[in-house]
């Protein structure tokens, strides 16, 4: 169960709705030393699936169904219903009940061992109505595979235990869920997940709820579809995404806990500019908890951002941070040089639409963060470097509004209004680099509320650096 608050129109009044999901029912406390266990993956890693994945229902090159039944499996790295060899399974009104450890989590992240039910190798399966239950480690629902699709409609999904993924596409699999609710109480347990090379999910109408550290709503490794979910990741961002991802998110109001709205990185090399990863949140409102969790996190990625309708509410007051970082396999710290010397800065753009934003853009150490305003936005807030010089771009439309909330330096600045009336400066100075902000020809230029535009000078730049600090 989880609380979201709700803003009634026209009476201006905050109200909360109680969302109920399945730890409502199984209480995770039943299931504290399962959500303790600390994955370790340091263990051999076997280089392709096998084919002898044990399940006690197996359906392997063929058609099969079933309906109003329960089905268990209860053996270490077992699952109760393999679906393979370009097998089909239709599920009706079905209680898949898994329990029984994952000896090697490398097997269960990347092969399914374990999973209550796991879709294989170009072989489709729909389920309606079906109840999964896993306790001490184990993903719900696990497709692998090109050409894998599963279907998973109005269905019960509860997990303990680590790497217990609601939703899994893995190897090319797709995974589309709809009319879920989601429960996972363990530590990298995200309610809808994709995994290497590519996994394809889509998710509508659901609720979800993660509790444990590196657990997100999100996890995108391929894409991710959702509209209409409404969640919460106690302990994980919304969305993590790993390299050139794309996640497009419409309708949906999600709550984070920890380390960023989204937490996007790369754990290898950066990705090039000409494949960036992509973040869409359309008509959605995210809300981060934490006292120093920016709204959106970058680090080692390039990566382009779509806010059309968005609301990013933080306690921070910090909207973006792009960050020479990445985030490890602990999933609860934003990672330095020492963990990793071949990282490179995050260089972000975000464009914006419609929405009304209020806080702060931070970078570090040569990231960069690219700020377009269009079609009525308005953003309150400042941009400022971290540490070492990282810069930043910001551009307005003639609709959109920009109200400074301290002095702000920006390489390329421009404005469609060109008058600059929609630059509410609060007595604040805009520096802006004249080399690239031609237009404003080097001039130092009065804005409305008493503040100036004025081309960088050395000396202004070098006493204008860092003269802000992150908030922690
Ligand atoms: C899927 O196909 C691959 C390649 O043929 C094979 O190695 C693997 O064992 C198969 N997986 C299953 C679960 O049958
Ligand atoms: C199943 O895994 C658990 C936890 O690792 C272990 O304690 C138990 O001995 C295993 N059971 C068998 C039959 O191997
Ligand atoms: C699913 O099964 C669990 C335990 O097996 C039960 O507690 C829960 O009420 C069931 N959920 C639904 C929606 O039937
Ligand atoms: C996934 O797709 C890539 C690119 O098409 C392909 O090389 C790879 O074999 C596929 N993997 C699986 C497990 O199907
Ligand atoms: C699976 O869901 C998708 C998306 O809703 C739909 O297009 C497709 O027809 C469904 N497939 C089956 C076999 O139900
Ligand atoms: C460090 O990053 C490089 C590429 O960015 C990657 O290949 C390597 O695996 C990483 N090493 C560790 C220990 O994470
Ligand atoms: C963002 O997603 C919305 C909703 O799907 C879509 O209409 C819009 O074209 C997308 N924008 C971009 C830049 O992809
Ligand atoms: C930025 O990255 C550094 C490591 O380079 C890290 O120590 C710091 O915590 C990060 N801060 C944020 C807000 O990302
Ligand atoms: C900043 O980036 C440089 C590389 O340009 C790197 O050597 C240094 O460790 C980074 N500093 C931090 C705190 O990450
Ligand atoms: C201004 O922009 C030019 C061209 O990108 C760059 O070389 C220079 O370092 C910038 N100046 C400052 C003070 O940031
Ligand atoms: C500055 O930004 C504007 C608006 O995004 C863009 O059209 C222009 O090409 C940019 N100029 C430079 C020098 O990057």
Known sequence: MFSKSLLLWPAVALA???????????????????????????????????????????????????????????????????????????????TFEKRGYSSNLDDASFWGFNAAINVANASTAVFDHINVTVHNGAAGVYAYGTDTVVNVTNSWLYSSGPVSHGLYASGNGTIYGSNLEVYSGGYRSSSFSGDSPAGYVYVKDSVAHSSGIGSATFYALGSIDASNVVSVSEKGPVIFADGAQAATLVDCDCTAGLLGGVAMFSSQIRNDADSPATLNLTNTKFTTTGKTMPGLWFGNLIGQVTLNNAELNTDSGILVVANYSQITQDFDYYASYEDNSSLKPAEITVSVSESNLVGDLVAYNGSSISWALTKHSTWTGAAYSGYAKSTFDVSLDATSQWTLTADTTVQNFTDSLRTLKNVHSGGFTLYYNSTVSTWLGGKTVHLPGGGKARPISLTSSRVHRNTQSWRI
């Open 16 to 94: 909360s709705v109680t969302i109920e999901d399945p730890s409502d029912v199984i209480d995770p406390k039943w299931w504290a030393a399962d959500n303790a266990i600390i994955p370790d993956y340091n263990i051999p890693f076997v280089e392709v699936q096998p084919s002898d994945i044990v399940a006690t229902h197996n359906v392997k090159g063929k058609a099969a169904s079933a309906d109003h039944t329960t089905w268990y499996a209860t053996a270490n790295d077992s699952s109760v219903l393999l679906v393979s060899e370009k097998g089909s399974f239709k599920g009706s009104y079905i």
